[in-house]
Every structure is written in structure tokens, then in C-alpha cells.
């Protein structure tokens, strides 16, 4: 087994505790690299096609990559994949902290699970051997207090990637929290885990990570950080935490303002002169996920006459911004007990906080009344009835049990009439950032295999010391088809980035070299730029193969017209803009040599990618 990975991914079949040993060959290694990279391609083979994401027969995964828990700057990430119960598409979110590293060092690079238990359970990965184990005493438990039970339990080293009470009661927008507040956020794969009665999995060992060079991989490491200090600022920027972007969000346009219908400071002037220092002026510690030198996390502390006395994590830029401008809500404290709220619970923000948005649309613009939800006054703003709405989502409680269906079931319940104010794709809501303030976010959010997220959208930003000509950032609208174009090897650079185990932050930090070095120098495997984005590229066809053998088309999906300014924003600092998604998707799906109009890839390039395999499956052209 090459350098970077322990060689073990654990099968675990809950209903039969059979736990078997998927093989790993160097080659698939070297193919798909590792995190969602590796986690497609084992999925696309393990999983039945038309598989219910809810059902036993599902699979869902934790995949590390071959720099995740080594000395590579920010190598903390962790991916979890599967088909996603909220859009049906193939899915993957991917976190950081501790979790991903402990589970290396434990002795696996990954573990799938299927199958149910029939009771509480949790899987327990240490010193090179699983075991499933009765989660009995937690089940029931928020996250924080599960994570903290089986620490005092297996010892403080112990990490914990574990569901709330709305993973254990299927809510479609559940997440999986690990270091009591870092999220595998999106996809709904927390009410995976809940479908499967499980509640965590558990990792614990001291196991090097095998590396090739491992001395040069310190030196790099130095080099890394002497470059990510070096000039623009980004390095610092990163370091305040995301959420001390929201204020500059709202001002450029970038961060949706009432339901997206609105235009920042002119129709959220209460928060027009808000800094980055109010938003962390609860801030009391800051803090690191695994070895990262931009340490981005923050606890704060807050003593709320209205909330009471809680000491969590500060909020990040999607959910400062998803319940503040969005909900055109100005209470810092109600965005912290928000916070704290859906981490417990185990709820992502992004979904609850657009639900909600568009819960208060409803109402204001007379589509629903007071009885439909419950009696709650949700007008603009009112933080009192956004935290509890928000509650009530996480517990499937009154009228939370129909939103906790996310969109799909909410426009079902309260009418197609609401349906131009539900901003999502496939029931997975939009992201934080305006396409009609970058418009190849919208290009991002419709097209890419894993719909309607923010991480991916990174994409649209060109890492440092790439050799690629790409039009400036921009709303011009004789540029976007451009724009459009180079996504292809931006989209592939940052599927190696991310299965190879790297947080974003990181790599849109340091120079692209080092991403290949990195590699070169864990897995002793020559590795150049243009092959990253050869590798990431058979990812990306990897991901859109699952979706084609699943029968999903992202090009015929239906995307909010709102976010893609039809009609334009009469005012504020997006006035005007609007993005001609047909025209960019055309593009895109050319350079892709993916079919116009199924999205199919086409025989040519998966034959050029080594997957003949697959484009006999496909039955692709
Ligand atoms: S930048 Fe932040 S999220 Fe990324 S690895 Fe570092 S501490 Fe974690």
C-alpha cells in the first residue's frame, strides 16, 4: 500500500455486525486519490442503483484523505458521501477538526456503513479493529453531551462524529457534528445515521501516518506557512473566522438580504454598521482544527438577559449571514443561541435558516397565516420567533415536522403559491453568496453532482500560482461565458484539494505547487498540477456518473429565478445584475464533454479518464 494511507476501509454491515474489509488497490488510490475522490468510486460499486438513501440497503461513508492527519497545512479534513435523503443526488460534506486524523490514526482510511441496527448503536474504530457498541445511554442526547459521555467513557483523545435528536428523528436537513461544533453540514446525512440507529462513530488510536518523505514533508510545511503569510492578506483574513466577513457580505452583495428579494444595507440598514468586531465582541478563545496554522474557530461566551448564559462556538459566515440579512434580523445574541441551537440538535444552518427565511416571506406577503405555523408571528426580524421556528424544525415539532422535509415538502404542504420563495435546488437550499454577485456561483450551485453548496462554490476562485487565464471576477455579463470555461479545471483542482484531506482555507492560501508536493511527499507518487486535475476530473465524472445511474438531471432542474436577478434588483449594490445561466451552462457541459441535454459524460473523455468501465454503464456515446 502506497505512502499517506493505513491500506484499511472497513465495511460495517449494521444489520448482520458483519464487518468485512474493502481491498485497496494502489491503482484506485492513485486515481481517485481518497476522501469523496475514492469514497465515488467505492460507492458507485458497493451501492444498488435506486437505492433509497433511508433505507438499510444504503451506504453512507467517512473517508479520510492520504494528507488528512499528516503534516500537510490544514490536512484535517474528513468527507462524508452517500446519496442524499434531501435531493436524491450523490452527496458529500466535508469537515475538519479532529475526527478525520483520529480516524486515520486509529488504523482506517475510511469506513462505510449499511445496514440498520435494530437498537442504538455506535461504531467504535481503535488501534486497528471496529466494534459496534449499545448507545443505549445516549441516544436521545444532544450532541455535546453524547460527544462529552463517550469521552469520559474511552478517554479524552477520543474523537466523536455524532447525530442530535433531529439526525435520530430523520430530519431531511440533519447534519453530523464532531468536536462538539464543527459540521459535516450539509445533504441531510445526519438523518442517515438516524435511519441507521446510529448515533456516532467513534475514533481512537495513536498510529503514525505512513509518509515517504517525512522530513521533507516538514520542510514543506514551513515553506507553506512562509507562503500563506507572505502578501495579500488572505492568511489573516482567514484567521478572524468567517463569520467576520458577514458585514463586508452584506455591504458588496455577496450575502442574500431578505429572502434574497431585498438589497443589503438598504433593506437591512440595522446592521449597516456592524464590524467584524461586533459580530466576535463575545469572542473569549480561538482554536484550531488538527496542526492548522489559520486556527479560524473561535468560543464565545455570552451572558443574554433574553438567551441566558452559553459558552459554544461563534458562528460562521453562512449562518451569521442566513439569520441575520436574510432574515433581516439585527439580534447578535439570537444568532448565537441559533448557533449553539442547530449544533446541539444537529441541524444545518444553512437549510434551517432559508427555511425560515422563506417561512417569513409567506407570512409577510399574506400566502400563510398564524395557523398555519403554529401561532408564531414570523414577520422580518422578530428573533424570538426565528429561534423558535428553528426549534421546532429541529424536533419536528407542530409545523417543524413539514418543514423538516425541507423544501419539497414545505411547498407541498403550504402551496405551489410559495414556491418562488423557496431558494433551493432539489430541496437543498442555496449558500450565502449571490450568483447575482458572482455569477459562476449559479453555474456551481444548478450543475455541480452535489447541488446547491458553498464549498464546491470555491471553485470559482483561482488558487494562488495556478497558470490559468480567467476573465476577473465580476458581475459583466460578456464574461461569464468565459468565466464559465475555466471552471472545469478550477472544479477539478478543488476535488483533488479536497480528497487528498485539505481544508479550502488552506489551499486558496498557498501556492498550488504545494498541493502536489504535499502528495508527492506522503505518498512517494510523482505528482504534478496537471495531474491533480486529471485526477480531479475523473472525480468529477465519477460524482455525475452516480447521478446519471440514478436517473437525476441537474440541467432540467428548476432554479430560483430571484438568485439569478430575473428580474434584476431595482437598487442597491447588486442593481441590475442578472446571470444568463443557459449560456454558461452550455458552456461548462462543452468543456466538460458531458451530453447538453442528459448531462451524460461522453464515452471519449471517460475512456480518456480510464473509466471504460463506466461508460459501458452509462451507455455512454
Ligand atoms: S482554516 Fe479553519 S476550518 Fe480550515 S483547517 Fe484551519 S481551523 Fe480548520
Redesign the pocket.
Known sequence: MANGYVGKIALVDLSTEKIETIPLEDSICSDFIGGYGLGAKLLYDLQKPGTDALSPESILGFMTGPLTGTPAV?G??FAVLGKSPLTGTWSDSNC??YFGPALKMAGYDGIFVRGAARAPVYILAADGKIDIVDAGEIWGKNTSDAEQIIKKQLGDKTQVASIGIAGEKQVLIANIINDEG?AAGRSGFGAVMGSKKLKAVVAKGERDVPLADPHKMQELRKEAIRDMKKDDGLFEA?QN?SGAYTPMGIATGDAPTKNWSGSGWDDFPQGSDWTDKDVYKYRVKK????R??????GLVKMESKKYGVLETHQPEYETMAVFSSNCLNDNIESLIKIDNLCNNYGVDTISAGSLVAYVIQCFEEGLITKEDIDGLEMTWGNHEAIVAMTEKIATREGIGDILAGGFQSAIEHLGTRTEPYAMHVRGEALPMHDPRFEPALGLIYKINASPAKHLPASQFFKPPGLDLDIPDFGTDIEKQVERARSIRVLECLNNAMSSAGL????YLSFDVRFLAAFLEAATGKNWTVEGLVEAGERIANMRQAFNVREGVNLIDEKFPRLALGKPPLERGPLAGSSVDIDSMLEAYLEEMDWDKESGRPSRRKLNELGLQNIADDLGSQ
Open positions: 490544514t484535517s479534513r475538519g477538526g464543527r482567514f473566522g482554536y484550531a482544527c488538527y492548522c496554522p489559520i486556527a479560524c474557530g481544508c479550502v482555507r488552506g
